[in-house]
């Protein structure tokens, strides 16, 4: 079946420091990839998607590209804050009928001053 | 536009005891869904509607667990009897349709559960 895999956490870092989080995936077809995130005492939240292969996903400075021949949509940024301090989930959706989301086991970043 | 409700936020109860969440998913979406996140693990679909009818429950207990969307509305998730291993954040998610793969997932802040 369908699954995600990323890079095991916590990611720390110092402020202004380039992140990759990086995330893998098995699947059939061509699933939509997404990364949500899920900031402390928080709900996850859609942080960027891609839909198809090639598709560059960016948001709050964050951009992940749809890498199909490596089975990939790493997520970067050039400079972290503080208030990146989060939980990311790389997840992946098929391009079938009714398809569930299925997520990685998320990656801790924690940024300090 | 309002986002996707749920309630309660946190709940405490005894194993073997009964608890229910309610969900209301975001306006006019039609697709709605329950996922278990268990401390350290990502969230793991549980029981996903459309409109009022089931089209993916196959990771459901149904030995204790059990799921409404009456009206196609709002939906009410059910664990009884509760066991330890229950214990975990319940999140409520909805999208417009369920489009093969195109379709956003709004989530909810999520019930906290701790069976004890």
């Known amino acids: 079946g369908d699954s995600v895999t990323q890079m095991e956490g916590p990611v720390t870092l110092s402020e202004e420091a380039f992140l990759t989080i990086n995330c893998t995936y098995t699947?059939?077809?061509?699933?939509?990839l997404f990364w949500y995130v899920q900031y402390p005492g928080e709900g996850l939240q859609l942080l960027l998607k891609?839909?198809?292969?090639?598709d560059k996903g960016s948001n709050k400075g964050f951009e992940a590209t749809y890498r199909k021949e490596t089975t990939s949509f790493h997520l970067e940024k050039g400079s972290v804050q503080v208030s990146d301090s989060a939980v990311y989930f790389c997840a992946l959706r098929g391009d079938t009928g009714f398809q569930k989301l299925v997520f990685g086991t998320g990656t801790r970043l924690l940024v300090s001053p | 536009e309002a986002g996707v409700a749920q309630s309660p936020r946190y709940k405490i109860i005894e194993k073997r005891q009964s608890v229910a969440f309610w969900c209301n998913p975001i306006s006019g979406h039609a697709t709605l869904y329950w996922y278990q996140q268990i401390l350290g693990q990502g969230p793991k679909l549980l029981i996903q509607?459309?409109?009022?009818?089931?089209?993916?429950d196959s990771q459901l207990p149904k030995d204790r667990f059990s799921a409404e969307r009456l009206k196609g509305v709002d939906s009410t998730l059910k664990i009884q009897p509760a066991k330890l291993e229950d214990s975990a954040v319940y999140l409520c998610?909805?999208?417009?349709?369920?489009?093969?793969?195109?379709?956003?997932?709004?989530f909810g802040p999520g019930t906290r559960l701790l069976v004890l």
């Open positions: 998610a909805s999208s417009f349709a369920a489009a093969a793969g195109f379709e956003t997932q709004y």
């Open positions: 699947a059939t077809g061509y699933p939509s």
């Open positions: 509607f459309q409109n009022n009818g089931v089209v993916d």
């Open positions: 891609a839909t198809k292969a090639d």
